[in-house]
């Protein structure tokens, strides 16, 4: 298993500086290696490709900014940087205010829906909206509420389809792929809307009812039926919101259609993850969080999540709570389905962080490859 200690022999500069930087929580020890790298002969333009890749770039600048000063980043990038930080607020705001207004609605029909990833991490674990980026608005809900969501998200001027940056309109989906997320997927073709604001003018919210392909509802329903209205916001308990995350970075990780987005890893899911840990769960979250797991049979999910936090960060809960789960083969962290078979990554570990994508991982085309492009 690789180690922090060791990881900046294995590394260059420039992607151990991400690892150091992608991350809210930091002691001191994290610190002094930032301020000993930024002091090097950087290559910022990589710094900003890498953590771009890894959708960490202005919580990686921000930390090197408050750790070494403003002054050690090169003029040409500061502006750059404050405009993508101001955009990103922005957005989030128009995101944010959309949903809450969502779940107030759907709320008085007797409907719940529960916030989660950045919808909940954004204001509740990094408490600033120009650090977190989101795209997607994910919410949990029930399957049986399905048909009031979607009369609800209608009149409210969603159209079910998929935002074409290029052409600057709403992609319908076709007949093929309406049967397959009827039939195979795990959530809801996402209900996009294009609004009147300056920034973040498309909206777009993603429904799970479930948390992986095997479409067992009951993990999501226990969710949303432990989850209290806070602030006109559904709120669960953090070891919910852990179980939650895990099982999604799975998913996309050992399935090759996320492959193709580039989205199979990247820090950004593991820092949410790391976070989430550090400020909110105490001993008994992390036992709760166990029981949970192998109560639904979740055990992969949890693990594989929390070898790579261990392989990333190393803050010294990860071996415990890995024990705990009683995995005697791990192999599956390595593997990936492409829907026929499964296979196994040729990749090192670090390079599938900071390429640019792992579409050198397929050897065959995705059996549900149209999902998800």
Same mark, same amino acid.
């Given at each position: 298993?690789?180690?922090?200690?060791?990881?900046?022999?294995?590394?260059?500069?420039?992607?151990?500086?991400?690892?150091?930087?992608?991350?809210?929580?930091?002691?001191?020890?994290?610190?002094?290696?930032?301020?000993?790298?930024?002091?090097?002969?950087?290559? &910022?333009?990589?710094?900003?490709?890498?953590?771009?890749?890894?959708?960490?770039?202005?919580?990686?600048?921000?930390?090197?900014?408050?750790?070494?000063?403003?002054?050690?980043?090169?003029?040409?990038?500061?502006?750059?940087?404050?405009?993508?930080?101001?955009?990103?607020?922005?957005?989030?705001?128009?995101?944010?205010?959309?949903?809450?207004?969502?779940?107030?609605?759907?709320?008085?029909?007797?409907?719940?829906?529960?916030?989660?990833?950045?919808?909940?991490?954004?204001?509740?674990?990094?408490?600033?909206?120009?650090?977190?980026?989101?795209?997607?608005?994910?919410?949990?809900?029930?399957?049986?509420?399905?048909?009031?969501?979607?009369?609800?998200?209608?009149?409210?001027?969603?159209?079910?389809?998929?935002?074409?940056?290029?052409?600057?309109?709403?992609?319908?989906?076709?007949?093929?792929?309406?049967?397959?997320?009827?039939?195979?997927?795990?959530?809801?073709?996402?209900?996009?809307?294009?609004?009147d604001r300056e920034m973040g003018n498309v909206v777009t919210l993603d429904f799970s009812f479930a948390m992986d392909f095997n479409l067992d509802t009951t993990?999501?329903?226990?969710?949303?039926?432990?989850?209290?209205?806070?602030?006109?916001? &559904?709120?669960?308990?953090?070891?919910?919101?852990?179980?939650?995350?895990?099982?999604?970075?799975?998913?996309?990780?050992?399935?090759?259609? &996320?492959?193709?987005?580039?989205?199979? $890893?990247?820090?950004?899911?593991?820092?949410?993850?790391?976070? $989430?840990?550090?400020?909110?769960?105490?001993?008994?979250?992390?036992?709760?969080?166990?029981?949970?797991?192998?109560?639904?049979?979740?055990?992969?999910?949890?693990?594989?999540?929390?070898?790579?936090?261990?392989?990333?960060?190393?803050?010294?809960?990860?071996?415990?709570?890995?024990?705990?789960?009683?995995?005697?083969?791990?192999?599956?962290?390595?593997?990936?389905?492409?829907?026929?078979?499964?296979?196994?990554?040729?990749?090192?570990? &670090?390079?599938?962080?900071?390429d640019e994508n792992n579409k050198d991982e397929i050897t065959q085309e995705s059996k549900y490859e149209e999902l998800m492009v």
């Open positions: 298993m690789v180690q922090m200690k060791k990881m900046n022999n294995m590394i260059s500069d420039e992607k151990y500086l991400i690892i150091l930087a992608s991350r809210k929580t930091m002691n001191e020890k994290i610190k002094n290696e930032i301020k000993e790298i930024v002091e090097k002969d950087i290559d &910022w333009e990589l710094v900003l490709k890498y953590s771009y890749r890894n959708k960490v770039t202005a919580l990686v600048f921000y930390n090197i900014e408050n750790v070494a000063g403003e002054n050690i980043i090169p003029n040409y990038l500061k502006k750059l940087l404050s405009d993508y930080r101001y955009c990103n607020v922005l957005r989030n705001n128009t995101k944010l205010e959309e949903l809450k207004k969502i779940v107030s609605i759907l709320e008085q029909k007797n409907v719940k829906v529960l916030p989660v990833k950045g919808a909940y991490m954004i204001d509740n674990i990094y408490c600033d909206r120009s650090v977190r980026i989101t795209n997607d608005m994910d919410v949990l809900i029930r399957k049986k509420d399905i048909s009031i969501i979607e009369k609800t998200m209608e009149n409210l001027g969603y159209t079910n389809g998929f935002y074409n940056t290029d052409a600057g309109d709403i992609e319908l989906p076709s007949s093929v792929k309406r049967m397959l997320y009827k039939t195979k997927m795990y959530n809801l073709i996402p209900f996009t809307k294009i609004v993990p999501v329903e226990e969710l949303i039926n432990q989850s209290k209205m806070v602030h006109g916001i &559904w709120r669960c308990a953090p070891e919910l919101y852990f179980i939650h995350m895990c099982c999604h970075h799975y998913r996309e990780a050992s399935h090759v259609a &996320w492959f193709k987005i580039g989205s199979d $890893l990247n820090l950004i899911k593991f820092c949410d993850v790391r976070e $989430l840990v550090l400020q909110k769960m105490d001993e008994k979250a992390k036992e709760n969080a166990i029981e949970f797991a192998k109560k639904y049979g979740l055990e992969k999910a949890i693990y594989f999540t929390l070898y790579y936090l261990k392989a990333i960060y190393n803050d010294g809960y990860e071996d415990e709570l890995m024990k705990k789960l009683n995995i005697e083969n791990n192999d599956f962290i390595f593997e990936y389905s492409d829907g026929r078979e499964t296979m196994k990554r040729k990749k090192e570990f &670090w390079n599938s962080f900071f």
